[in-house]
C-alpha cells in the first residue's frame, strides 16, 4: 500500500479502515475493500507520527506525536476535532477505556513520564499521574477496570494500575530494556509483552470475564501469574 512518502511507524484498525501513521507527518486512512492507495489522508502533527488507535466503537481516532501533541479525529473529517498539548514528549501510548465512552489515556515519553487521562465526549483533561519513567505503551483491561502501562528509561518494567484512584496492582519486571509492545490475550486474562531485549513475556494478570469448566485446557499455562 502507497500513500507515505516516510517510514511508517504506528497502525490502527477500525474494522475494515485501516489507518498509517509516517515520518512524513501524516496519516493515512484506508477501506482495505477499496482500491489502493488511500480513500484520506490527515495532516495536522508537525513532527513524526508515533501513536495511533481508534476507539472501540469507531467513533473517534487519536493520534500522538513527536511534536508532543494529542489530536482527536473523527472518521468522517480531515481536520483535528480536539487538540491537547499538555504533554512535554513524545506521545507514543495510547488507550481508550473499554468501560467508559470517550474516556482516553495517553503516555508520554522520557521528558514527560506522564500517563494522562481525557474525557474526549466534553474535551477536558480529567488527570494526570508522573510514573517517573518513560510510558511505552498502554493497555486497558476488558475484565476490569485496571490499566497497563509498559515502561522504558529508566525501569524498563510493567505496572497495573487501578482506575481511577491509579493505585499500584502490580509491577511487573523481568526485560531489561525498554518494554514497546503490550497486547491482550482474546479471553483478556493474559498481558504479552515485547522489549527491546528481543523476548516476549506472557503474564497472567487479568481475571476471567467468566468461570470455565475444569475440562477446559487453560492458556499460555506457562505464563508468569499475577494474581
Given amino acids: ?51 495511533l488507535r481508534w476507539a472501540h466503537d469507531g467513533s473517534q481516532l487519536a493520534s500522538g506525536g513527536n511534536d508532543n501533541k494529542l ?46 487521562f481525557w474525557n474526549t ?34 525501569q524498563n518494567q510493567i505496572v497495573v494500575w487501578r482506575y481511577s484512584s491509579m493505585a499500584k496492582v502490580a509491577t511487573l519486571s523481568g526485560h531489561t530494556m525498554r518494554v514497546l509492545y503490550l497486547a491482550l490475550s482474546p479471553d483478556g486474562q493474559t498481558v504479552v509483552s515485547g522489549a527491546g531485549d528481543e523476548t516476549l513475556r506472557f503474564w497472567n494478570v487479568f481475571p476471567q470475564a467468566r468461570r470455565t469448566t475444569g475440562d477446559e485446557a487453560a492458556p499460555f499455562s506457562r505464563a508468569y501469574t499475577v494474581r
Fill in 1 to 51: 500500500m502507497g500513500g507515505h512518502l516516510g517510514r511508517v511507524g504506528t497502525l490502527s484498525w477500525s474494522g475494515p479502515s485501516l489507518s498509517s501513521g509516517s515520518r512524513d507527518r501524516t496519516i493515512c486512512m484506508r477501506d482495505v475493500r477499496s482500491a489502493p492507495p488511500f480513500t484520506s489522508q490527515l495532516v495536522g502533527h508537525k513532527q513524526e507520527v508515533c501513536g
Fill in 121 to 154: 465526549q466534553t474535551a477536558t483533561a480529567l488527570s494526570a499521574l508522573d510514573t517517573g519513567s518513560q510510558v511505552c505503551n498502554l493497555c486497558w483491561s476488558c475484565t476490569v477496570n485496571e490499566l497497563v502501562s509498559s515502561h522504558g528509561y529508566s
Fill in 71 to 116: 489530536f482527536i479525529w473523527s472518521p468522517h473529517g480531515t481536520s483535528p476535532l480536539l487538540r491537547f498539548s499538555d504533554h512535554t514528549a513524545a506521545v507514543k501510548a495510547l488507550a481508550w477505556s473499554p468501560h467508559q465512552n470517550g474516556l482516553l489515556a495517553s503516555g508520554g515519553g522520557t521528558a514527560d513520564r506522564c500517563i494522562r
